[in-house]
């Protein structure tokens, strides 16, 4: 167990990494900080609330090994995911929530699949790594799936008025974060 625990801890040290290194190459854009902020303070104090009341300290909610090979199999799949879409986006890509200059609309590659699929990789590879390590973890999940929806839902309202012609519809066909579902 302690081999699939540092294969996580690497994979995502090399996740961030690389995109906070890609983060250098990509386009001037606009963060509304104060929304920014506000949004990741709730977030945080959320998180040392959870973590004061003991919930990480909860035994037998530790894996077993088929559990944490799936959640092997789910937290490389979902990096693979959101770095291919990082790719995929190039220079167009930016943090949540930030207005790109000169936005282009990119609805091919894994924008085909989700409307963001960053997002969606980056909560899948969580959910593989709750599922590996252990079930207690499944609260960073949610609380990142809360800020990812509302990221998103934030974004959308950008990309409508960047995109009033041709974003609708493409909300209408492609899903936000799970194919077919969600």
Not at 24 to 41: D, P, T
């Given at each position: 167990m302690?081999?699939?625990?540092?294969v996580?801890a690497a994979?995502?040290?090399a996740?961030?990494?690389y995109?906070i290194?890609a983060?250098?190459r990509?386009?001037?854009?606009?963060?509304?900080w104060?929304?920014?902020?506000?949004?990741?303070?709730v977030?945080?104090?959320?998180?040392?609330a959870?973590?004061?009341?003991g919930l990480?300290?909860?035994?037998?909610l530790?894996?077993g090994p088929?559990l944490a090979?799936?959640g092997?199999?789910?937290?490389?799949?979902g990096l693979?995911?959101a770095?291919?879409?990082?790719?995929?986006?190039g220079?167009?890509?930016?943090?949540p929530?930030?207005?790109?200059a000169?936005p282009?609309?990119v609805?091919?590659?894994?924008?085909?699949?989700v409307r963001?699929?960053?997002?969606?990789?980056?909560?899948?590879?969580?959910?593989?790594?709750a599922?590996?390590?252990?079930?207690?973890?499944l609260?960073?999940?949610?609380?990142t799936g809360?800020y990812f929806?509302?990221s998103?839902?934030?974004e959308?309202?950008?990309?409508?008025q960047a995109?009033?012609?041709?974003?609708?519809?493409?909300?209408r066909s492609t899903?936000m974060l799970?194919p077919?579902?969600?």
């Amino acid at each position: 167990m302690h081999t699939i625990a540092y294969v996580i801890a690497a994979g995502w040290v090399a996740f961030w990494t690389y995109w906070i290194v890609a983060a250098f190459r990509m386009k001037r854009g606009r963060i509304l900080w104060r929304r920014e902020v506000r949004i990741r303070v709730v977030l945080v104090v959320l998180a040392v609330a959870v973590a004061r009341l003991g919930l990480f300290r909860m035994h037998g909610l530790r894996t077993g090994p088929w559990l944490a090979g799936i959640g092997l199999v789910l937290f490389a799949a979902g990096l693979a995911l959101a770095v291919w879409a990082r790719l995929h986006l190039g220079r167009n890509w930016g943090g949540p929530m930030t207005q790109k200059a000169d936005p282009e609309l990119v609805t091919s590659g894994p924008y085909r699949l989700v409307r963001h699929p960053i997002y969606s990789g980056i909560l899948v590879a969580f959910t593989g790594s709750a599922l590996a390590l252990d079930w207690a973890w499944l609260v960073v999940v949610v609380l990142t799936g809360v800020y990812f929806v509302h990221s998103a839902t934030v974004e959308e309202r950008h990309l409508s008025q960047a995109f009033p012609d041709t974003y609708p519809e493409y909300r209408r066909s492609t899903r936000m974060l799970v194919p077919f579902l969600f």
